[in-house]
Structure formats: C-alpha cells, structure tokens
Nanobody
Framework: QVQLVESGGGLVQAGGSLRLSCAAS????????VGWFRQAAGKEREFVARISRGGSMTRSVNSVKGRFTISRDNAQNTVYLQMNGLKPEDTGVYYC?????????????????WGQGTQVTVSP
C-alpha cells in the first residue's frame, strides 16, 4: 500500500513552467509504476504521462510531448512532472496514481492508489 501526495501546482502565465511532485508519504514508491492524470472543470480525467517502476520507460499523451517530462527519483520516493511551455488548455487538477505493475497503463482504472490532486492554472 502507498499514500501519494502531490505538490507544486499553482498559477502561471502561458509559456511558463511548473514542476509537480508526487511523493509517497507511506509505502515505497519504487514498487509501483506511476501515472499523471489531469481533470479540467466539467471534463473527464485524462492521461498525461506514465513511467515504469525503474524509470526506464515513459509514455505521454501527444498534446504534451516536447513540453512535459516525467521522471522519478526512487531514492527520494518521488515522481516528478516537469511542465514547460504551459498553455491555458493545460489548466486542471493534476493527480498522480500508482500501479503495482512494471509499467502502468493510460487507463485510470488500472491504478490502485491516487493522490488528492494539485491545481494548475495557466492564464493566457
């Protein structure tokens, strides 16, 4: 079992950057693949990026490729989402989630544990 805590959200102008962190307050995050998802107001939760347990494999949705980078530091029990070139359409609540498989899925139903989310707002 693992408890996840996201941080790093905030208000930023278009073109700016934020780095989100997903830390395990309980449990060992290195035992899980991790995904980042986001949910805009009135919309369904959507996949953003995912990373394997060891960090050697990553995948991201086409709309963030070249702008967002997912990484992890298992010694620090933390997964990061570096977001550059932010756009207003990136606005939403960002969640991290943990999947005990070697590599996670883009489907939210594959994940067993979720954090509480952190708000990202990008102004035009």
């Amino acid at each position: 079992q693992v408890q996840l805590v996201e941080s790093g959200g905030g208000l930023v102008q278009a073109g700016g950057s934020l780095r989100l962190s997903c830390a395990a307050s309980e449990g060992t995050l290195s035992r899980y693949a991790v995904g980042w998802f986001r949910q805009a107001a009135g919309k369904e939760r959507e996949f953003v990026a995912r990373i394997s347990r060891g960090g050697s494999m990553t995948r991201s949705v086409n709309s963030v490729k070249g702008r967002f980078t997912i990484s992890r530091d298992n010694a620090q029990n933390t997964v990061y989402l570096q977001m550059n070139g932010l756009k207003p359409e990136d606005t939403g609540v960002y969640y991290c989630a943990a999947d005990p498989d070697l590599m996670s899925s883009a489907s939210p139903t594959a994940y067993d544990y979720w954090g509480q989310g952190t708000q990202v707002t990008v102004s035009p």
